[in-house]
């Protein structure tokens, strides 16, 4: 094998692959990244990686001198391509080690046979639906951050995608905070579906895919199809019956605050500079037309940020995970920001004070206890 291709869209894809290969494996061809050239009228430069349950491949334009195929460490090639000058590239296949030449560097590194990486899930993508990037990137943006990292529920772990015959929802939760994004949208289904997908597998969407373009969709029982030109993404699908997370939204929560979420953002922010790197607790009090920010952390220090408010209600305390409260406020795409409580013990909504017509967003944040403190 013997090609030649642009650094910057060699890069994008080396480290969008690099975002699944796995930190820990037994096998050791899955730390590698398989690099495929054919030739011909219509020959083109196949790059691919899987860590077995996620699976990328992306096609790419190159200058094919010689067809190969073989697997080289996606970490150290990531690496070395980050580095080298903004000129061509060339990769050359010698036995099982490959010479990365660009201008006056070289570089050669060892590699696996083709034969001994994973074969990719056999797909069709005959009666995929589609749907908007645009869309889709709004539902994984808004939701998969509050996915499980350590829980042991791995259900937990995924995001709900609810797809319906009008709308789509993207949920998750890790049992402290929830998001979930809605948008009015017509695919064409015919009956709705609920999956539980790996975020990771969402992500390499906002990686790889084109910023105004449409995917192809395909779902079967244990896997997710995901295809936009020359991207190809395969994932098993979380097995297991989610939450019933309707249940812990707490859409009657009377006491209502609204807030500018800018403000709160920033003292949020100046706040956790002095707040336990452990639990992250902010105390949020409110008052008549105001609220209190503060933190107090021994051997730390202590602060606090008064901010206007539209409140009318009893005074009200509250201890949050004020990251959790931050990262929500980040995806309330409105100049004010909705807080609905009932007391210090139940979790809050946290919605737009303004909000779309065809797109809805809301996350709740459970409070912590005195315990935390």
């Not at 642009?6 to 975002?19: F, Q, S």
């Not at 645009?134 to 808004?142: A, G, S």
Request: aromatic share 6%; charged share 30%.
């Amino acid at each position: 094998m013997k090609i030649t291709v642009a650094k910057e869209p060699l890069l994008h894809v080396v480290t969008a692959i690099g975002g699944i290969v796995p930190a820990k494996s037994t096998m050791p061809v899955l730390y590698n990244i398989l690099i495929e050239a054919q030739d011909g009228p219509d020959g083109f430069l196949k790059m691919a990686g899987t860590d077995l349950d996620i699976s990328l491949s992306y096609r790419m334009k190159a200058t094919i001198e010689k067809p190969g195929a073989i697997t080289i460490p996606a970490k150290k090639f990531g690496e070395i391509v980050r580095v080298l000058p903004n000129s061509p590239i060339t990769i050359e296949q010698t036995g099982e080690r490959v010479k990365i030449d660009c201008e006056k560097s070289s570089i050669v590194l060892p590699g696996l046979p083709k034969s001994d990486f994973p074969t990719f899930p056999e797909k069709t993508f005959e009666g995929a639906f589609k749907v908007s990037n645009e869309v889709m990137r709004k539902l994984v943006l808004h939701s998969s951050y509050s996915a499980g990292r350590d829980e042991d529920r791995q259900i937990l772990k995924g995001v709900l995608w609810e797809i319906g015959k009008e709308e789509l929802s993207m949920i998750s939760t890790n049992g402290h905070r929830l998001a979930k994004m809605t948008v009015k949208e017509s695919l064409g289904v015919s009956e709705s579906m609920n999956v539980v997908i790996p975020p990771k597998a969402l992500e390499q969407v906002d990686r790889l895919c084109s910023e105004d373009g449409e995917l192809e969709v395909v779902i079967d029982r244990n896997h997710i199809g995901i295809r936009e030109n020359d991207v190809v993404i395969f994932s098993r699908l979380i097995e297991g019956t989610y939450p019933n997370y309707e249940q812990v939204i707490p859409f009657y929560n009377n006491k209502i605050a609204i807030l500018d979420s800018q403000k709160l953002s920033d003292a949020l922010r100046r706040m956790l500079t002095l707040a336990n790197t452990v639990t992250h607790r902010i105390r949020l009090l409110f008052k008549e037309k105001q609220l209190k920010v503060s933190v107090s952390t021994e051997e730390v220090g202590e602060g606090e940020d008064l901010l206007e408010a539209e409140y009318q209600d009893e005074e009200l305390e509250i201890f949050f995970n004020g990251n959790y409260l931050l990262e929500m406020l980040k995806y309330v795409e409105s100049e004010q920001v909705k807080i609905c409580m009932e007391s210090a013990e139940s979790g809050i909504l946290v919605v737009p004070a303004e909000e779309s017509e065809n797109e809805r967003y809301l996350g709740v944040i459970m409070p912590l206890k005195v315990t935390d403190r």
